[in-house]
């Protein structure tokens, strides 16, 4: 049972335009949803990250919204760029429990010039 | 600080050799973790540890062992290498969830292993 589902696999955006990835998870002990950037060739690197107790988070260009009783949560880039195209990850984690992360399958964006 | 450091970077091995795949940090963290990564099945993890002594499995153990003697070291053992192991590994680290319960992982950028 996959218990972070992402959508979609692979997304391509132009120069300027909205990204928007999206998670789902079933476990509502969940209380820490990240969002990983990984480059080719590097391994992923914090983005951006929300707890359930907040609806958005906004930092920059990339905002992550957040739907608790939907158990989902998204994560937005404005105003795309190509120096933005890599592969994203949604997670979550138990931190309360002392859970490992878990990773959703990846989303890789391409933004075109 | 050098932050999360895999050794090697890419290693080439036959079916049914043994091999380590070591990872280092430098920030004193009490968490690690391994995750494998394969095309269209994003991270996966392998086992973890949130001290030195004690580890845990994760999504995916099979084949693979792990010990953590020390805080700052946390290798991945490769006990007979199959061909369904080929995969780029990822360590990470974190410390404890802090006050906002926050718990961000940093990775190291990776071992590429190709099993034949």
């Known amino acids: 049972q996959q218990q972070v589902k992402q959508s979609p696999q692979s997304l391509i955006v132009q120069k300027g335009g909205i990204s928007i990835i999206n998670c789902a998870y079933e476990n509502t002990a969940f209380d820490y949803f990240p969002w990983y950037q990984q480059f080719p060739g590097k391994g992923p690197a914090l983005l951006i990250a929300i707890r359930p107790d907040v609806s958005e988070k906004k930092e920059g260009r990339f905002t992550i919204s957040f739907n608790k009783s939907a158990k989902q949560f998204s994560l937005h880039i404005m105003d795309s760029q190509p120096g933005d195209s890599a592969t994203y990850f949604c997670a979550a984690s138990n931190t309360q429990a002392g859970t490992a992360l878990i990773f959703g399958k990846g989303t890789t964006l391409s933004v075109s010039s | 600080n050098a932050g999360v450091t895999q050794t090697p970077k890419f290693q080439v091995l036959k079916t049914g050799q043994s091999m380590t795949l070591q990872c280092a940090q430098d920030?004193?963290?009490?968490?690690m973790s391994w995750y494998r990564q394969d095309p269209g099945m994003g991270l996966r993890l392998i086992h973890y540890s949130v001290g030195a002594g004690i580890t845990d499995q994760g999504e995916v153990p099979n084949g693979y062992n792990v010990s953590r003697s020390t805080t700052e070291d946390f290798p991945l053992r490769l006990l007979s290498a199959a061909p369904s192991q080929t995969s780029v590994y990822f360590c990470?680290?974190?410390?404890?969830?802090?006050?906002?319960?926050?718990?961000?992982?940093?990775f190291g950028d990776g071992t590429r292993l190709s099993i034949l």
């Open positions: 920030m004193n963290h009490e968490y």
């Open positions: 990470a680290s974190s410390s404890l969830p802090g006050s906002l319960g926050e718990q961000p992982q940093h």
